[in-house]
């Protein structure tokens, strides 16, 4: 089965280009808001990271979400978006004195500070401005996520965030503090992640941290778990949308949330990684010895997670129904991983066919560099075409 495109349209565009099926998008966002929704106190914010097009971010924003930063870039996308300041969170280990201002500036919910030479940085920054910085720890939870290596962050050593055994120092030196404010803690485990056992696994942990506080009566505000809900990358057309209903589920049912809590989400690639596709032209058919290779207009500079993590995208030929041949599809940049597949089936391809990556909507335009001196993919929306 393929994807439905507008391929009538595509046939007159400039190869590659993201297109974005904000019909799809919509749909997510509502699934989101709606299983999500049946728990008043929790609150879904969307990872800018996973894709900032200012076109897909205006569809987030006006969904009513929540915004999840990590740089001063992203602060300022969201603000000019018109995602409410109330409603940012800024997360990262290695925050500039410039992106703290511009944070402290504009009012930003929370900090999510990973270290204690951080936290003094913005204690001394607020306090030039006579500000109180609202701030939550990100604790390393030291769980391991079943995922990519390179997308694992939960685990003890690791750059993000603080160890547990330091978390009350942390808190009460903060408390010692005149210009930040302690309002709650920050978990991310990793991405991709589709065993919920892996969240059931970061719900008991943050149960045992927040006994542990309790003795100590240290209220906590907030508890913000992150994201990483991952998306079926082999069946973008059978799956469309992820199942947050188990997602959010399991922190309902495994979270023990106290009183007046609110519970916060970081969702990137499960909002927006189904409805984006590269869509590519094929320039040549090359006949190797032992296989034949479809060499594409789109290369690892414009969708880069196959060479970097060595990453599945679904690939389909929109314009052959030819029987399934055998390729590598391959891009035209100078190194030998801009392979975004090898020997898969594709329906019999011939120069000009429009070519589809599925499930490219999350870490793939953001990604792009301009490598080789080639131009950045554009990335369009359904009602742009
Ligand atoms: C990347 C990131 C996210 C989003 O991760 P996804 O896997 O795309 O959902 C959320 N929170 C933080 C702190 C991140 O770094």
């Keep these: 089965m393929k994807g439905t495109f507008p391929i009538d349209k595509f046939a007159k565009m400039q190869t590659p280009f993201y297109y974005y099926d904000t019909d799809l998008l919509r749909e997510t966002l509502r699934t989101i808001n709606a299983?999500?929704?049946?728990?008043?106190?929790?609150?879904?914010?969307?990872?800018?990271?996973?894709?900032?097009?200012?076109?897909?971010?205006?569809?987030?924003?006006?969904?009513?979400?929540?915004?999840?930063?990590?740089?001063g870039g992203e602060i300022q996308r969201c603000v000019e978006t018109g995602f409410p300041a109330s409603k940012i969170v800024y997360a990262g280990v290695g925050k500039s004195d410039w992106e703290i201002n511009l944070?402290?500036?504009?009012?930003?919910?929370?900090?999510?500070?990973?270290?204690?030479?951080?936290?003094?940085?913005?204690?001394?920054?607020?306090?030039?401005?006579?500000?109180?910085?609202?701030?939550?720890?990100?604790?390393?939870?030291d769980v391991g996520a079943h995922?990519?290596?390179?997308?694992?962050?939960?685990?003890?050593e690791n750059k993000f965030g603080i160890a547990m055994r330091d978390m009350e120092s942390v808190i009460s030196e903060a408390e010692q503090m005149a210009h930040?404010?302690?309002?709650?803690?920050?978990?991310?485990?990793?991405?991709?992640?589709?065993?919920?056992g892996d969240f059931e696994a970061l719900c008991n942990r943050i149960n045992?941290?927040?006994?542990?506080?309790?003795?100590?009566?240290?209220?906590?505000?907030?508890i913000n778990v992150g994201g990483g809900l991952g998306i079926d990358y082999n069946h973008p057309n059978r799956v469309p949308i992820p199942d947050f209903k188990s997602y959010f589920d399991t922190f309902a049912h495994h979270l023990k949330l106290r009183e007046g809590?609110?519970?916060?989400?970081?969702?990137?690639?499960?909002?927006v990684g189904q409805m984006g596709s590269l869509i590519t032209r094929c320039l040549y058919v090359k006949q190797g010895t032992a296989k034949q290779f479809a060499i594409v207009d789109a290369g690892m500079t414009d969708l880069i997670r196959p060479a970097l993590y060595q990453a599945y995208h679904k690939i389909e030929n929109l314009t052959s129904d030819e029987p399934v041949e055998t390729y590598d599809v391959v891009g035209p940049i100078c190194e030998s991983s801009d392979v975004f597949a090898k020997a898969i089936d594709l329906n019999k391809t011939h120069r000009g066919d429009l070519i589809a990556l599925r499930s490219a909507g999350a870490y793939g335009e953001i990604m792009a560099s301009q490598y080789n001196c080639r131009p950045l993919p554009k990335g369009f929306i359904t009602e742009e075409l």
């Design 35 to 71: 299983e999500a929704g049946k728990h008043p106190n929790f609150v879904v914010h969307y990872a800018i990271k996973a894709n900032a097009n200012p076109k897909v971010l205006n569809v987030i924003c006006q969904a009513g979400l929540g915004a999840d930063c990590v740089s």
């Design 208 to 222: 045992q941290l927040q006994d542990q506080l309790e003795q100590h009566h240290i209220k906590v505000e907030n």
């Design 180 to 196: 930040v404010k302690f309002i709650g803690l920050h978990f991310h485990i990793g991405s991709q992640i589709l065993d919920m």
């Design 103 to 141: 944070g402290l500036d504009r009012d930003i919910f929370c900090f999510n500070v990973e270290s204690i030479p951080e936290l003094e940085v913005i204690n001394e920054l607020a306090g030039k401005k006579d500000k109180v910085a609202r701030v939550c720890f990100r604790i390393n939870p």
């Design 261 to 271: 809590q609110k519970l916060h989400f970081e969702l990137g690639r499960s909002v």
């Design 147 to 156: 995922t990519h290596a390179n997308i694992t962050t939960g685990l003890a």
